[in-house]
Every structure is written in C-alpha cells, then in structure tokens.
C-alpha cells in the first residue's frame, strides 16, 4: 500500500466502526480539487530548474482548507493527497475550524542557494494563489520549510492582494508569527505522551525514548522531554544516529547539531543508523521524519512500548496491525502531532484581530485542546473497543460527517 491506500485504510476502518454507508464514503473519501503546477526558475548559474508542485485540498466542511508545505525529491500526488486527507482528520480530532489540504514541491533544497529557494517559493505562491486566501486555504511549514519560506510566501502573496498576514502560519514571531509556534508540534507531542502515560499510572520522568529526526518536531521533542526528566536515549538525522544509554545531553546536542548540521559524531554518544534506531531498546519510538519508516520488515523488530507519531504516516497498515497484536501502543499521527496546526490556528486567529497573545497563553491553549481530544479520543476507544488510532480516526470522521451533513450537498 502506499501513503494514500494506507490513510484510506485506516478511514474504511473508521467507516465500518461508525457503519457509514457507501454514500458517506464516497463524500469523505474524494479530495474537492487537486492543483497541479511546473515550477519554472532561473537559477544562479542562469540556467532554467523546472520542478512540480501540488496543492491538494481535501475537505472544508468544518473551515477553511489548511495544510502544510512540504520540500522533498520524494514528494509525489498519492503522498500530498494522503497528507490532505490526514490533515481534515487531524483539525477534526483537535477540534479547530478547519479543513485539510497539503501542498509540496518535487524539490531537494540542499541543492539550492538561499536566493534559488526564494524565486522557487515565489513562483509557486502566484501559480497557486488562485485557490488559497485567508479564508480560503491556509498553508503552513511542514518538511523542509520553516518561518523563513513563510516569509517569503506572506510577502508575495501580499504583493497581489494587500496585507495578508493570515494567508500562511509559522511565520516568524516578528513578522505576525505567532509566540510558541516553532514549539508547537513537539510540545503537543509531549503532551500526548504525557497523557497516555498519566493514563496508565506512569510519568514521563525516566521513559526511555528514541527520536528519528532532529529537524523542528524532533528537535523540540528531544529538548521538552529532557526539561520533563525522560531520557532522550537515542536521537538520528538523515545523516545517521547516536546512542547513549543514560540519555543523551540534549542541550550540548542541540548546540553541536546547530554548528554542524547533524547529531552524527556527537561526543559522548556511539554511533547508530536509522535502522538500528528503530529497533533499540527502549520505551517510546518517535519517528520524526519521513512516512513510512515502520512497516512489515521491521515491525516486529521494534522493542518499544509505544510509538508516538511525531512524523505523518511513519506506520504502513501492516505495520500497524502487527504492533496491535503485539500489544504496542499507537499513539496516532492525527492526534499526536496536532499541536502545530493547534498553534497555527492561533496564529491565524491573532493575524485576523490584529492581537499577540503572550506564549503562557498560547501553551495553555494548546494544552487544552491536546488533554480535551484525549478524552473524546479515549470515550470513543471505549465506546467501540478499539484501538487509539481507529477511534481518533473514528472520532475525527464523525465530526466532518456531522459538519458535512448539515451544510449539505446543495
Ligand atoms: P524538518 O525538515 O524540520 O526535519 C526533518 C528531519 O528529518 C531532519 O532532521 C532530517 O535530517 C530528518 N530526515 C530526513 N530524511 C531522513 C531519513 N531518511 N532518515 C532519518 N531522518 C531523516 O521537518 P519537520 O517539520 O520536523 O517535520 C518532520 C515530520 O513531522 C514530517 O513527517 C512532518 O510532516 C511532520 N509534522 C511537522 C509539523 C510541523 O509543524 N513542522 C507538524 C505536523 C507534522
């Protein structure tokens, strides 16, 4: 299966709990439009970089489409639809009003300079600015981009429209972003965590956990679960990993890989590869990275308790129904990693009164919205007998059916 049939498998799942008919299926399951654009750039050299870009909308029954803004060779149609769909599940599950919708460019960025990747996000925000807008579609970072993509995005689509601060989130806290957005999705994890363990009697203090990938949702993961005394045990990049069985010196990490761009060749730690990370021993794997890392020719060699879903779809199906039978948790994508669009839609919501909440606001907004979709998640697991991932799915359909039901067809 690939990133879409999975997502699409783990939704037939929620159909069947729920008992939905073919109708619904059909309404839930097919994307409201797909935009496809060449991305065509000068490049420094003078020469011509042609690249493809997407933005795909999945559902707006519940809010405007929002979705992140992804940079990677291996980006591709069936990775930004399943990313889509994700997405209207998610803002479902955490109960903001939006919809869901992923956008992304078939590009690697480390082969540009800073002035190529600013034409390329420049081009790409006027070939799609015929389907966004603040009320429209609300596009976000995600893989490879960062507040630095979003300001270029802002300012463009600014240039055609007028001051448009709230056409994009994670922008920098200078320039309308909002305080406690950077943070936002590794927080949320820790506090999925948190609430998992709370609920089982146990604390984050001493949990073992191995993190793949140390970009922004690694990295800040990595950071908040050492300021809340877990052991940060195992850490990688795209470039490698390292291991320290008493845990890792998270903040001595974060300066090393700051200078030199990875977490390999860390003193005080052995080295490991990406595949070794996923199978070590340890409490909590949290793929942070890319799709797809856990599937059925290393699932069974996982040793973890509980897999948090920093990353998206880093579990194929199979994957997932091997860690069901043997009894390791999923703490699912569509909740785990919900607290960057949480924040981006206060991001959104101070853009459009012109207000700055203070960061201890922001964090105990986001803590709210976490602890409460713990909840409905947890009653519908009850309710159905099932496990966290179908009831979040579950959940997050029951919401945009109701939404969809009663504006109607038309
Ligand atoms: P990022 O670009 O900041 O970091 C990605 C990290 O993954 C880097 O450390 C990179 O070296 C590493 N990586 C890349 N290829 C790898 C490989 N083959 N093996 C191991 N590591 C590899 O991206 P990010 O924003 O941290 O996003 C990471 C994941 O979290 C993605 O799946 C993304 O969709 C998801 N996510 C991000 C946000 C957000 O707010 N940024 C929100 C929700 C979900």
């Known amino acids: 299966m690939n990133a879409y049939e999975t997502t699409n498998h783990y939704l037939e799942q929620a159909f069947n709990l729920l008992k939905l008919s073919d109708r619904y299926r059909t309404l839930l399951l097919t994307p409201t439009r797909e935009l496809r654009v060449e991305v065509v750039i000068e490049l420094d050299d003078g020469s011509i970089g042609h690249y493809i870009g997407y933005r795909?909308?999945?559902?707006?029954?519940?809010?405007?489409?929002?979705?992140?803004?992804r940079y990677h060779p291996e980006v591709d149609i069936d990775e930004v639809r399943s990313l889509a769909s994700l997405m209207t599940w998610k803002t479902a599950v955490i109960d903001v009003p939006f919809g869901g919708a992923k956008g992304g460019i078939q590009v690697d960025p480390s082969a540009l300079s800073r002035r190529e990747l600013e034409r390329l996000t420049r081009r790409f925000?006027?070939?799609?600015?015929?389907?966004?807008?603040?009320?429209?579609?609300?596009?976000?970072?995600?893989?490879?981009?960062?507040?630095?993509?979003?300001?270029?995005?802002?300012?463009?689509?600014?240039?055609?429209?007028?001051?448009s601060p709230a056409v994009v989130t994670g922008k920098p806290p200078e320039l309308h972003g909002s305080l406690g957005r950077d943070a936002a999705t590794g927080r949320g994890c820790l506090l999925a965590l948190r609430e998992v363990l709370g609920a089982e009697g146990k604390s984050l203090a001493g949990t073992r956990v191995a993190i793949q990938g140390f970009g922004n949702v690694g990295s800040w993961l990595s950071r908040l679960l050492h300021e809340s005394g877990a052991k940060v045990v195992a850490v990688s990049d795209?470039?490698?990993?390292?291991?320290?069985?008493?845990?890792?010196?998270?903040?001595?990490?974060?300066?090393?890989?700051?200078?030199?761009?990875?977490?390999?060749?860390f003193p005080s730690a052995s080295p490991l590869s990406n595949a070794e990370l996923l199978q070590i021993d340890c409490d909590v794997l949290a793929p942070a990275a890319l799709g797809h890392v856990l599937h059925v020719g290393n699932a069974r060699e996982v040793r973890a308790?509980?897999?948090?879903e920093a990353a998206n779809g880093p579990t194929s199906a199979e994957a997932d129904q091997i860690f069901?039978?043997?009894?390791?948790?999923?703490?699912?994508?569509?909740?785990?990693?919900a607290g960057g669009v949480t924040v981006s839609y206060f991001e959104w919501v101070q853009n459009l009164q012109n207000l700055k909440w203070s960061e201890a606001d922001v964090n105990a907004?986001?803590?709210?919205?976490?602890?409460?979709?713990?909840?409905?998640?947890?009653?519908?697991?009850?309710?159905?007998?099932?496990?966290?991932?179908?009831?979040?799915?579950?959940?997050?359909?029951?919401?945009?059916?109701?939404?969809?039901?009663?504006?109607g067809l038309g």
């Open 365 to 407: 907004s986001l803590e709210r919205h976490m602890v409460a979709a713990h909840r409905a998640i947890k009653k519908t697991m009850d309710e159905h007998g099932c496990s966290m991932r179908a009831a979040a799915f579950a959940l997050g359909v029951r919401r945009v059916k109701e939404a969809t039901d009663l504006r």
């Open 238 to 265: 795209a470039l490698g990993g390292v291991f320290n069985g008493d845990g890792l010196a998270i903040p001595a990490l974060l300066s090393h890989a700051q200078q030199r761009g990875s977490v390999v060749e």
């Open 125 to 163: 925000v006027d070939q799609i600015a015929c389907v966004i807008g603040p009320t429209v579609d609300i596009p976000a970072p995600d893989m490879n981009t960062n507040a630095r993509v979003m300001s270029w995005f802002f300012d463009q689509y600014s240039r055609r429209f007028g001051f």
């Open 324 to 337: 069901n039978e043997r009894g390791i948790v999923c703490i699912p994508d569509i909740w785990a990693n």
């Open 305 to 308: 308790k509980y897999v948090l």
């Open 56 to 69: 795909v909308q999945h559902d707006d029954s519940r809010g405007p489409f929002k979705g992140g803004l």
